[in-house]
């Protein structure tokens, strides 16, 4: 089953997930979206229509993403301008979504990158994913 996002295309399903939990993903004009359904959740408590209309404003919330970032970066050894790239846009059900820059250039954050929350338009938090323990599954 593929999901299809107003004004942005279809995502297709990604075949390796944990149990529980059923992923969707596509990489287009430049910009690489997930969507994550975890039980008891469906997709049918997906807002396709509020992904839509977030990602017709990519631009402007990853400026704002980028923004997040500086602030809470901008006096780390290592952080300039460019210090972090390749966004990835993940949505779930409900308002909060993430732009996690799977590459960032400050010491102990390139492995797992920096991930800036959202509510709606609004940055709620920047996280960095040094802590994140990964399974060795």
Do not use: Q
């Not at 959740?41 to 396709?48: I, K, Q, R, V, Y």
């Amino acid at each position: 089953m593929t999901i299809t996002i107003p004004g942005f295309g279809e995502l297709t399903p990604v075949d390796h997930t944990p149990e529980g939990v059923a992923c969707w993903n596509a990489t287009a004009a430049g910009t690489s979206v997930s969507v994550l359904v975890e039980e008891p959740a469906t997709t049918d408590d997906l807002d396709l229509a509020f992904i839509g209309s977030v990602l017709d404003e990519r631009e402007r919330l990853l400026k704002t993403a980028h923004e997040a970032v500086d602030e809470h970066l901008r006096d780390r050894p290592g952080y300039g301008p460019d210090a972090v790239a390749e966004p990835e846009f993940t949505f779930h059900p409900g308002r909060d979504w993430l732009v996690r820059f799977a590459e960032c250039s400050v010491a102990g954050l390139g492995e797992l990158g920096v991930v800036v929350v959202f509510n709606g338009a609004d940055v709620v938090g920047v996280d960095e994913l040094t802590d994140v323990e990964l399974d060795d599954e």
